[in-house]
């Protein structure tokens, strides 16, 4: 069994708690979450507390329960003392990704808009004509 370095299982914890806190505002949380994965209770909590670590296929599981992916709850957040997420929302980024990745930055972009304080998103789309291939130049 591979040994999951404590700060990743923390950020791990603490991202399915928000989520679940998301998902289920208030007390009992816990256990809906647990019933709506067929643990137990028992079960459940440690992944929330970070003293264990839900294998790949359970993580996968819980990414899509909650509408978000494996990298959000992989990655490191901020949170404020309430469990809210603190992530400035007015962050200006610029990507260059290639025609395959387009999925994953909409995906992103969905994140910040589920972000409370996320007010208004433009996106501008600039496509490169000399990185087109052949079927393409062929439409214009």
Not at 13 to 18: L, P, Q
Request: aromatic share 8%; charged share 30%; net charge neutral.
């Amino acid at each position: 069994m591979r040994q999951i370095p404590e700060e990743l299982r923390q950020t791990i914890a603490e991202n399915i708690r928000y989520w679940r806190h998301r998902k289920y505002p208030g007390k009992g949380g816990s256990k809906k979450c647990a019933d709506a994965f067929g643990v137990s209770q028992q079960q459940w909590s440690p992944w929330e507390r970070g003293t264990r670590t839900p294998g790949e296929i359970r993580l996968r599981q819980i990414a899509r329960f909650f509408d978000t992916t494996v990298e959000w709850l992989l990655e490191r957040h901020a949170f404020d003392k309430d469990g809210e997420l603190t992530d400035d929302p007015e962050k200006t980024f610029s990507l260059k990704v290639e025609r395959h990745e387009i999925a994953a930055v909409f995906q992103r972009v969905e994140r910040l808009l589920s972000h409370p304080k996320c007010g208004t998103v433009t996106i501008s789309i600039a496509v490169d004509p000399h990185n087109m291939d052949i079927s393409e130049q062929a439409r214009e």
